[in-house]
């Protein structure tokens, strides 16, 4: 059967070289949204420090895996030992760790005298390489360099000396390349980059009885530190999605040729998000993409790895950190976060661990990304999440002159509540004045009874 070559959405990966401080504050941890509230959205883990590079491919494939293959420009030879099969769920797990978030607070009775002295301190701040084996006749100018059966994936190490030879050799072989593929495999020829091969063996998937398609990793040395996300980009029906962690010890990644812009967060919305956090997550980043005319990639999460507030999931731990690749990391295990009551998961205590984990999302084409996508990673630490806010009102029946106000100002709050997320989603205010089931709030007569100026006149 022919094989169709498959660009992990967004690897296309394959590839694979493949803020101010946020706030701690006591939200209770609501919703989070994934890499997989998105269609077409590839996910890749890159631990890296110095050289030294590990890269974990999570492929998005649904259907026959007879027609599933990988190519992936790769920026040296790769031994056996340097191919791996990762846990899927430990992928899973760092998505769930760093997924931006909904918190929710409750508002007590304004009369009680706890409540005021809180409200008014409240923040919402938010080696040696092994000989090529010689060419194959009709090799088309392609050496086959190594073979390997890693797990349930048959894997070919590739180097050609022209782009039209490789996609020669490629279609010989039973690979379905998409038209516009030979321009894009030529330069990374140019780069002295070698092809990565991937496809399924049947017998050895059956005999180790994985269903669906286990992640891929690779370990190598080299001072690029990029993702060639143009291979994916020939056969994509539209913008695609990607998720990419990097695990580092010193501290946040950036994209050297694209702007990295901090998504908004710490922002209050309406309660009635809660239940349709999924289409408001999408409807943000999508209006983000565009105000920043889809040439940006975006920041996540960026925190040590050893704590978290409030916490989305447990931070991983040394063992799953080490199967992602974090080569340094110690092997004593750090306390484990404990739930506090209304608190979500907030670890107990500070415990870096001597790993950064920074998210970055790209939605991106041939048109506005038409170069590779190139990092340099920094020394901020600072800790950034994409989070938004629910604020329970208080719907008690007390009469003091303090429930009178508060009664006042939530009417100003969920009018503000309301215009924030017309912004951040470009959702019609009407609409979501009644889905919040309020009136719209005139900016005269906000503080309520008649205008300022007239009260002055008046008596």
Same mark, same amino acid.
């Given at each position: 059967?022919?094989?169709?070559i498959r660009?992990?959405s967004?690897?296309?990966?394959?590839?694979?070289?493949?803020?101010?401080s946020?706030?701690?504050?006591?939200?209770?941890?609501?919703a989070?949204?994934?890499a997989?509230?998105?269609?077409?959205?590839?996910?890749?883990?890159?631990?890296?420090?110095?050289?030294?590079?590990?890269?974990?491919?999570a492929?998005?494939?649904?259907?026959?895996?007879?027609?599933f293959?990988?190519?992936?420009?790769?920026?040296?030879?790769?031994?056996?030992?340097?191919?791996?099969v990762?846990?899927?769920?430990?992928?899973?797990?760092?998505?769930?760790?760093?997924?931006?978030?909904?918190?929710?607070?409750?508002?007590?009775?304004?009369?009680?005298?706890?409540?005021?002295?809180e409200a008014?301190?409240?923040?919402?701040?938010?080696?040696a390489?092994?000989?090529?084996?010689?060419?194959?006749?009709?090799?088309?100018?392609?050496?086959?360099e190594?073979?390997?059966?890693?797990?349930?994936y048959?894997i070919?190490?590739?180097?050609?000396?022209?782009?039209?030879?490789l996609?020669?050799?490629?279609?010989?072989n039973?690979?379905?390349i998409?038209d516009?593929a030979?321009?894009?495999l030529?330069?990374?020829?140019?780069?002295?980059?070698?092809?990565?091969v991937?496809?399924?063996?049947?017998?050895?998937q059956?005999k180790?009885?994985?269903?669906?398609?286990?992640?891929?990793?690779v370990?190598?040395?080299?001072?690029?530190?990029?993702?060639p996300?143009?291979?994916?980009?020939?056969?994509a029906?539209?913008?695609?999605?990607?998720?990419?962690?990097?695990?580092?010890?010193?501290?946040?990644?950036?994209?050297?040729?694209?702007?990295?812009?901090?998504l908004?967060?710490?922002?209050?919305?309406?309660?009635f998000v809660?239940?349709?956090?999924?289409?408001?997550?999408?409807?943000?980043f999508?209006?983000?993409?565009?105000?920043?005319?889809?040439?940006a990639?975006?920041?996540?999460?960026?925190?040590?790895m050893?704590?978290?507030?409030?916490?989305a999931?447990?931070?991983?731990s040394?063992?799953?950190?080490r199967?992602? #690749?974090v080569?340094?990391?110690?092997? !004593? =295990?750090?306390? /484990?976060?404990?739930?506090l009551? &209304?608190q979500? *998961?907030? @670890?107990?205590?500070?415990?870096?661990?001597?790993?950064?984990?920074?998210?970055?999302?790209?939605?991106?084409?041939?048109?506005?990304?038409?170069d590779?996508l190139?990092?340099?990673?920094?020394?901020?630490?600072s800790?950034?999440?994409?989070?938004?806010?629910?604020?329970?009102?208080?719907? #008690?029946?007390?009469?003091?002159?303090? !429930? =009178?106000?508060? /009664?006042?100002?939530?009417?100003? &709050?969920?009018? *503000?509540? @309301?215009?924030?997320?017309?912004?951040l989603?470009?959702w019609?205010?009407?609409?979501?004045?009644?889905r919040?089931?309020?009136?719209a709030v005139?900016?005269?007569s906000s503080?309520?009874?008649?205008?300022?100026?007239?009260?002055?006149?008046?008596?």
């Amino acid at each position: 059967m022919t094989r169709i070559i498959r660009s992990l959405s967004l690897l296309t990966l394959a590839s694979l070289w493949f803020a101010p401080s946020a706030q701690a504050f006591c939200g209770f941890y609501a919703a989070r949204a994934g890499a997989d509230l998105f269609n077409e959205t590839s996910k890749v883990v890159v631990v890296r420090d110095d050289d030294k590079t590990v890269v974990t491919m999570a492929s998005d494939f649904k259907g026959d895996a007879t027609d599933f293959a990988l190519v992936i420009p790769v920026p040296t030879f790769l031994e056996e030992g340097q191919i791996h099969v990762a846990n899927p769920k430990t992928v899973e797990h760092l998505d769930a760790y760093t997924a931006p978030r909904l918190v929710e607070y409750f508002d007590s009775d304004p009369c009680d005298v706890r409540y005021r002295m809180e409200a008014m301190g409240r923040s919402l701040d938010s080696a040696a390489l092994p000989a090529s084996k010689p060419m194959r006749k009709n090799s088309f100018g392609v050496t086959v360099e190594a073979e390997y059966t890693v797990g349930e994936y048959d894997i070919v190490i590739l180097s050609a000396e022209e782009s039209q030879g490789l996609v020669k050799w490629l279609h010989s072989n039973g690979y379905k390349i998409p038209d516009g593929a030979a321009p894009v495999l030529g330069e990374y020829l140019k780069q002295d980059m070698r092809f990565f091969v991937a496809r399924v063996n049947l017998e050895e998937q059956a005999k180790l009885g994985f269903r669906s398609l286990r992640p891929i990793q690779v370990a190598y040395e080299s001072h690029k530190f990029m993702l060639p996300i143009r291979l994916g980009m020939v056969n994509a029906q539209g913008p695609q999605d990607m998720v990419v962690w990097f695990l580092t010890r010193k501290g946040r990644v950036e994209t050297a040729n694209y702007r990295t812009v901090k998504l908004p967060t710490g922002d209050e919305i309406p309660t009635f998000v809660k239940g349709e956090f999924g289409k408001f997550y999408k409807s943000l980043f999508g209006t983000q993409v565009d105000r920043e005319e889809r040439r940006a990639v975006f920041l996540e999460y960026a925190w040590d790895m050893g704590w978290c507030d409030p916490c989305a999931a447990d931070p991983l731990s040394p063992e799953e950190l080490r199967e992602l #690749g974090v080569f340094w990391q110690k092997t !004593a =295990a750090a306390p /484990r976060p404990v739930p506090l009551p &209304r608190q979500g *998961r907030i @670890a107990p205590q500070p415990m870096p661990r001597d790993v950064f984990v920074t998210r970055l999302h790209v939605r991106y084409d041939d048109e506005h990304f038409p170069d590779d996508l190139h990092f340099v990673q920094t020394a901020d630490r600072s800790n950034f999440q994409g989070r938004y806010v629910l604020r329970h009102p208080w719907k #008690g029946d007390s009469t003091c002159e303090a !429930a =009178a106000r508060y /009664r006042e100002e939530l009417v100003r &709050r969920q009018e *503000r509540e @309301a215009q924030t997320l017309a912004s951040l989603t470009g959702w019609g205010i009407d609409w979501i004045r009644e889905r919040m089931d309020i009136a719209a709030v005139a900016p005269a007569s906000s503080s309520g009874g008649d205008p300022w100026w007239k009260r002055i006149w008046s008596r």
